[in-house]
């Protein structure tokens, strides 16, 4: 029988090659009851030596993104997974609605297959100047919050766009998100733009965020929403633990 010792050993060298742990996974792969390994970690947590959070652990040396990429560099990055999201968080406008878009390029791949015979009754209001023109271009009613914009997303942030939103009652908003994590939930690296998600998310009756499986277990320097205040689209769950936090749709083509 495997001693603490050398299960604490084999927990410890799995998050440094992981960053994070399931409980199921290694008691799966030591052959012990989960029970057992749910004692170990809440021990080294205890100790300092790890994160616990719900199902698992995660290393104290995960990275956090503190700094936003251009939106020009991240619109290159799964291009393939983003369409499919798109694709189907288009479909989840209907007639009548008051949408809010969130500066992104995820949420961007959602413009081209809104149904434009949804142009006469659904207004759409977007803090991101890309979204906005695309939107125009396709014959849809667009709103433009005051602030400031920034030049690496192309965002209006500030407290004009935070005082025009707080006046909005939205039907839906659909939200990009740079990483989601099961304790910090969803977040991203700047708190301006932190602060508008909050607040459209705030006014809105229904919250979708859009994110490739690339963002989960991933965490950015400011949270925008806890989990169970949102819907998450994805191309792929490779953790099964969201499911148990809120309702997640897989859109693999």
Same mark, same amino acid.
């Given at each position: ?12 060298? #799995? ?24 004692? %170990? ?15 698992? #652990? ?9 700094? %936003?990429?251009? =939106?020009?560099?991240? #619109? ?12 189907? #968080? ?24 809104? %149904? ?25 009613? =667009? ?73 989960? %277990? ?36």
């Amino acid at each position: 029988m495997m001693l603490q010792e050398e299960r604490f050993n084999y927990i410890m060298n #799995a998050l440094s090659g992981r960053n994070a742990i399931k409980v199921s996974d290694i008691a799966r792969e030591l052959s012990i009851s989960q029970s057992t390994i749910r004692r %170990d970690i809440i021990e080294l947590s205890e100790a300092g030596k790890l994160r616990k959070v719900f199902g698992g #652990a995660v290393s104290l040396e995960q990275n956090i993104d503190t700094v %936003d990429s251009d =939106v020009s560099i991240r #619109a290159e990055f799964n291009q393939k997974e983003k369409d499919s999201i798109g694709k189907y #968080a288009a479909t989840l406008i209907d007639e009548n609605d008051f949408v809010y878009i969130d500066a992104g390029t995820t949420t961007q791949y959602m413009i081209p297959y809104i %149904d434009p015979a949804l142009r006469d009754s659904v207004s759409f209001i977007t803090n991101g100047l890309q979204n906005a023109a695309a939107l125009v271009k396709r014959g849809f009613r =667009v709103f433009l919050p005051g602030g400031e914009l920034k030049s690496a997303t192309q965002a209006l942030v500030g407290a004009g766009a935070m005082e025009y939103i707080e006046n909005c009652n939205f039907t839906k908003c659909f939200m990009g998100a740079n990483g989601v994590d099961e304790v910090q939930g969803c977040t991203t690296p700047e708190m301006d733009e932190a602060k508008i998600k909050s607040q459209a998310i705030k006014h809105s009756y229904r919250t979708y965020v859009l994110c490739d499986s690339t963002k989960f %277990d991933h965490i950015s320097a400011v949270t925008f929403s806890r989990l169970n205040n949102v819907c998450i689209i994805t191309d792929r769950l490779t953790n099964p633990v969201y499911r148990e936090l809120t309702a997640v749709k897989e859109v693999q083509e």
